[in-house]
């Protein structure tokens, strides 16, 4: 791949000299979703897959972009002078953001840059291509102009370009996990505090599956923030009564006991699903940490459930994909993964049912969906790096 993007670099921009390679990979989330932003548990994982780039000083303040993804686009043309927080579906939109929020951090970007990028993460499927772009872009930052940030920095960085430049409100299990990324090992992060642990993930005769339903998101980001705002607002009803700051801290007793104060029955599935999943994602990890990899499964399948009826983030495509592999012998467990209404599923697969796996529940989608899945089995990678 090195020389590929290398030599795509010397064609697009005139020659090579001096550019150098970078990678940052893209993530998996195995169980704990829409906790991040509830001061909850997550468990991703960085994978082998991702975004390679090739990047260059200038002498001056201009900045080119060339994507080999969207390769009709030719090459993007901006300056440092020009970073405007926009919702556009530009990918351009990535790099700038996090270049301006070196910029809102305190960080001067002081010369411009030539960069190419190649991904082989499938885009809009989940995976955070786009987090992995912004990890990049700052690891690039920061080995041009030294700029004192730790990885952990980069993630943060990320997520406020994301908030801020893109007015995306994620939290922050994306960038984190790209950017402290270690081989062999899933990331037990506390996103109320940012203390987490590596947890090896030792799966003897299975592999992770992802399964990309190829829909892509579409109005998903702003059904994002509308989860968002619900347990906000769930949040606040609750606190007439407990004393919580974020819905993670609660346990499955506390919220039962506080729940009539939730005013909407819609708010109430919503808050349940943010506060079972945590406590799913704590007793996931210590079923991994006791290799019960099965119970690990069960879990998994249990996150889904909630995923689809409570918090109402699945959709048929992503249903399809993971009940249809319930179905299939082999199978740990299996669920949606990331934001969801479209991107991927994650299933844990014994190595001897995958490629039934993928035959029986890649012709059932096509059935009942019309257009076919893509299927990935995948390892965890490190973080970000120079080639
Ligand atoms: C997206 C966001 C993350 C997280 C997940 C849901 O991937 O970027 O911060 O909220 O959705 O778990």
């Known amino acids: 791949m090195k020389e590929t993007v290398l030599k795509k670099f010397a064609e697009v921009f005139g020659d090579s000299e001096g550019a150098k390679v970078y990678f940052a990979p893209g993530r998996v989330n195995l169980i704990g979703e829409h906790t991040d932003y509830n001061g909850g548990h997550v468990f991703p994982c ?44 530009d990918w351009t939109n990535y790099p700038k953001g996090v270049i301006w929020a070196f910029g809102e951090k305190g960080m001067a970007v002081p010369c ?21 772009v912004e990890v990049l872009t700052g690891f690039i930052l920061r080995d041009f102009f ?29 960038q984190f996990a790209i950017a402290m990324g270690k081989k062999g090992h899933a990331i037990f992060l506390d996103t109320a505090t940012l203390e987490y642990e590596y947890a090896p993930v030792k799966l003897e005769n299975a592999k992770i599956v992802i399964a990309c339903s190829n829909k892509k998101r579409g109005l998903g980001d702003s059904k994002y923030n509308e989860r968002r705002s619900e347990c906000e607002e769930a949040l606040k009803e609750l ?5 919580v700051k974020s819905l993670g801290e609660l346990d499955e007793e506390a919220f039962e006991r506080a729940k009539h104060c939730i005013g909407s029955e819609v708010r109430v599935r919503r808050a349940r699903h943010a506060v079972y999943e945590n406590q799913r994602t704590i007793r996931a990890v210590e079923a991994l940490g006791r290799n019960d990899v099965e119970q690990f499964g069960r879990l998994m399948n249990e996150s889904h459930r909630s995923l689809r009826n409570d918090y109402e983030v699945t959709g048929v495509e992503l249903d399809t994909l993971v ?30 049912a995958i490629d039934t796996f993928i035959e029986r529940v890649g012709n059932a989608y096509r059935e009942k969906i019309g257009y076919a899945a893509d299927f990935y089995v995948v390892e965890i990678g490190d973080g970000p790096c120079v080639l």
């Open 146 to 174: 030294g700029f004192d940030v730790s990885n952990q920095d980069l993630a943060l960085i990320g997520q406020y370009s994301e908030n801020h430049f893109k007015k995306v409100n994620c939290g922050i299990m994306d």
């Open 323 to 352: 009940e249809e592999a319930w179905k299939v012998d082999g199978v740990i467990g299996s669920r949606m993964t990331g934001a969801g209404f479209g991107g991927c599923t994650v299933s844990l697969v014994k190595d001897e």
């Open 46 to 89: 960085a994978l082998t897959i991702g975004t390679y780039g090739v990047a260059r000083k200038r002498e001056d303040r201009r900045l080119r972009f060339y994507s080999m993804n969207f390769e009709g686009l030719g090459v993007i043309e901006s300056s440092l002078e020009d970073l405007k927080p926009s919702k556009e579906a």
């Open 112 to 132: 411009g840059m030539d960069l190419l990028l190649n991904g082989n993460i499938p885009n809009g499927s989940g995976l955070s291509s786009s987090a992995s």
């Open 239 to 243: 606190r007439q009564e407990t004393d």
